[in-house]
């Protein structure tokens, strides 16, 4: 398996000019995006459709059956007029079971929408780690791509972090790339204490000044969701069993 990996939205937003067809994508945007969005998943929204834009949201939204809800934040702060921010203690099950969201995020949904042209891309977060492993392994992709989704323009610690720990259980050599590098360096020195690094990092820090610091202690959770969000269609949805 050979393992790519995307440390920032620059390199992002060149994925689509990349040959993506038979990989597999992995989007990290661990505070807090992809953490929400599996959390939704959990449970029991029944499909999650990410947009890139606040106007691409409503657009979706009317587009679809009564009934849709909106998610989504701008520099931490929920959108005016959206059911949701981005914190995952608002997706509670009561809400969300058997329903369909549309949201969007400064950085995450972002990063999902620049893998569409993969053959599979799949949420990821500290939180369902295991799961992740595993429907990778029972892939097998010739390539995988482990896309950071940053945070503006920049590198975010926590999505570097969840990317070491996700090759570490692979059973996968770091790519002997620069970012490889830095990737199994961070993760041999701080790899068995997610929470210091959650709230050492800028996003960590920022969600604290907001009042939100609750958010990162429940993102540094290591597999405590026993499911996998995958890109079909345009929608995040559960994965089935198989892959």
């Not at 040959?19 to 959990?42: E, I, P």
């Not at 929920?78 to 995952?88: A, C, E, L, M, R």
């Not at 390539?143 to 070491?164: H, I, P, T, W």
């Not at 499911?227 to 069993?241: I, M, T, Y």
């Amino acid at each position: 398996m050979q393992v790519e990996i995307v440390l920032t939205p620059a390199e992002i937003a060149r994925l689509p000019a990349r040959d993506l067809r038979g990989a597999t994508c992995v989007v990290f945007d661990v505070l807090r995006a992809t953490s929400t969005l599996l959390t939704a998943l959990s449970n029991g929204a029944r499909r999650i459709l990410p947009a890139a834009t606040i106007d691409q949201a409503w657009a979706l939204q009317r587009s679809r059956p009564p009934g849709v809800l909106l998610g989504g934040e701008r520099h931490g702060v929920k959108i005016t007029g959206f059911d949701f921010g981005n914190s995952p203690e608002e997706y509670r099950a009561e809400i969300v079971r058997d329903r369909e969201i549309v949201m969007t995020t400064t950085n995450g949904t972002v990063a999902l929408e620049a893998c569409v042209a993969a053959d599979a891309v799949f949420a990821g977060a500290l939180l369902n780690l295991n799961a992740l492993a595993v429907a990778i392994l029972r892939r097998r992709p010739e390539r995988l791509f482990l896309v950071c989704a940053g945070s503006g323009e920049e590198f975010s610690l926590e999505d570097g972090m969840a990317a070491a720990a996700l090759l570490s259980r692979l059973d996968a050599p770091p790519p002997r790339s620069d970012a490889g590098q830095l990737l199994d360096a961070l993760y041999r020195v701080k790899g068995d204490d997610p929470l210091a690094v959650l709230r050492s990092s800028s996003n960590g820090r920022r969600l604290a000044e907001l009042g939100l610091a609750a958010d990162v202690i429940y993102c540094a959770q290591t597999s405590i969701l026993a499911v996998v969000g995958s890109l079909r269609d345009g929608a995040l949805e559960l994965a089935p069993a198989e892959v």
